[in-house]
């Protein structure tokens, strides 16, 4: 049995069980701890079936926009070098010609939902390659149970936690696959595929965040949460 794990901001996560990194650590190892409480973040469903511009906007119903400006500003003023927004200009103005469907028309859509500029959507879409500290383990217990477990280690844990959510991607009235991110985050670092896998997302400390966004933009390569979000939707 496949179980899956959603991750929570400064938090380990374990199927439905969520709690500080210790506790989960003697479930996974020994069985002898104890989980309280119940940290899962909000679920919402975003329809393949809607055109990637309106996939966002009714969860964006559920934020408080002011705060989210706010939050999004934390992270810009502490993370991204001023010359970045003004780079980011010419990708604003033609998004298609350098982002690939479904994401660019996701990023306009949130950006309109959110009540944010288009250049910071796009910019905290690439926050992970700038600030990433993340780590996922897999464990077994002794009936071969698995156990896939992940913490994300992100600054601003008490923000970003109030952004969390788990995402059902549906299509044809079906869950395609589900995944756990960010409020205006359109891509995923935790998901899985019903019935196939699960799979995580991490930092490896290889080469300048700069040059994954060149990749991104001028070579258009796909960054690796978009990369996991198809890998979960194929049929393998």
Not at 4 to 30: E, I, N, Y
Not at 206 to 229: D, I
Request: glycine share 8%; charged share 15%.
């Amino acid at each position: 049995v496949l179980l899956s794990a959603a991750a929570a901001v400064g938090q380990w996560s374990v199927c439905t069980w969520r709690c500080k990194m210790c506790p989960v650590l003697l479930v996974l190892l020994g069985f002898s701890g104890i989980c309280t409480g119940d940290f899962s973040p909000p679920q919402f469903n975003i329809s393949l079936d809607l055109p990637p511009e309106e996939r966002w906007l009714s969860i964006a119903d559920h934020y408080d926009k002011d705060y989210l400006k706010k939050y999004a500003e934390a992270i810009i003023e502490k993370f991204i070098p001023k010359w970045v927004h003004k780079a980011i200009s010419p990708v604003v103005e033609s998004l298609e010609n350098y982002m690939p469907q479904p994401y660019a028309g996701e990023m306009r859509g949130a950006s309109k939902g959110f009540g944010c500029s288009l250049a910071d959507v796009i910019v905290l879409n690439l926050a992970y390659e700038i600030t990433a500290f993340c780590t996922s383990i897999v464990a077994q217990d002794i009936n071969g149970n698995l156990y896939h477990a992940r913490n994300m280690d992100y600054p601003f844990p008490a923000i970003l936690r109030n952004m969390t959510m788990d995402i059902l991607y549906v299509r044809n009235g079906q869950v395609a696959y589900r995944g756990t991110t960010f409020a205006g985050y359109v891509g995923i670092w935790t998901g899985q595929s019903p019935g196939k896998f699960t799979i995580s997302g991490d930092e490896r400390s290889q080469g300048f965040w700069w040059e994954n966004a060149v990749a991104a933009f001028l070579m258009k390569n796909t960054p690796a949460s978009w990369l996991m979000r198809n890998v979960s939707v194929s049929d393998l």
